[in-house]
């Protein structure tokens, strides 16, 4: 019983300390002063996907589009923060899992990212934080990793194990597990911007900046798992300066009698 206690006070004390320097390094990481500017989306997605020579530009542009679409009423004035995107950026870098199962550590990981915004110095309020992940291969019911096997990429293929060779086939074929093409990566995009709720985020409030990190995950890669990419997006309205917020306040009191 002793040694759990040890064990536990160890833990949460490695992790505190950990968060600590987060968000230490985040502050002293971002830029002073924002700045905003505009940003591609004219993209036609079709042919095959190939992370090692595409890279995640492809799909940038793919994230660009969908959020233009989304803020269609307010399209022009929707601009990417210098200060979001950095964030977001040292977020997937840094923090090991942007998706945590249980509710007290998705709360815990939101917590974590808010204390570094409202340190910086951000002309916008962030209002949401948006994180999923887009798998890079079609999963089958059970496929298996060679490092050694002919296709290169992922090196995963269909089957229970490799196939042995045998006197009637010296040199079994292995069948690559098939890689998802750039119309089907967008799909999976917009599944995720319908199903985290971004499309009603951009279309109910004020959106006017975001940022966001697309990075691939290298716990998934190399091993007899499917290889995905970690995607965080961070949402932000326009701060009220103080002149601002002293008027707003006294119309609503106004109003109030």
């Known amino acids: 019983m002793k040694c759990y206690l040890l064990y536990f006070v ?5 992790s505190l300390f950990s968060q600590s320097e987060f968000i230490q ?5 971002l830029p002073r002063k924002d700045s905003l500017f505009a940003f591609e989306y004219n993209y036609a997605s079709s042919g095959k996907y190939d992370y090692f020579t ?9 994230m660009n589009q969908f959020l233009k679409k989304g803020n269609k009423n307010r399209a022009d004035t929707l601009k990417q923060s210098l200060v979001l995107t950095q964030l977001a950026t040292l977020c997937v870098k840094r923090i090991h899992t942007l998706m945590p199962t249980p509710k007290k550590r998705k709360e815990s990981l939101e917590k974590r990212i808010r204390r570094v915004f409202f340190g910086s110095n951000c002309s916008f309020g962030l209002i949401e934080t948006v994180s999923f992940e887009i798998p890079l291969v079609k999963k089958t019911a059970k496929f298996y990793y060679n490092k050694k096997g002919p296709d290169g990429g992922f090196n995963l293929y ?6 042995k060779a045998t006197k009637e086939d010296p040199e079994p074929k292995e069948t690559a597990l098939e890689a998802y093409a750039l119309e089907e990566l967008e799909k999976l995009i917009q599944t995720q911007f319908t199903r985290k ?3 009603r985020y951009l279309s109910e409030k004020n959106v006017a ?3 966001y990190f697309i990075q691939l995950d290298e716990t998934t890669v190399n091993k007899n798992k499917i290889p995905k990419l970690k995607v965080l997006l961070i ?7 103080y002149k601002q917020r002293r008027k707003f306040n006294q119309l609503n009191k106004s109003t109030d009698v």
């Open 158 to 163: 269909a089957g229970k194990s490799k196939p």
């Open 209 to 211: 900046a975001f940022g």
């Open 235 to 241: 949402l932000g309205v326009k701060r009220f300066s």
């Open 197 to 199: 709720k971004v499309n």
């Open 25 to 29: 390094e985040a502050r002293y990481h």
């Open 10 to 14: 160890l833990f949460m004390t490695s």
């Open 54 to 62: 595409d890279s995640t530009v492809p799909l940038e542009l793919m």
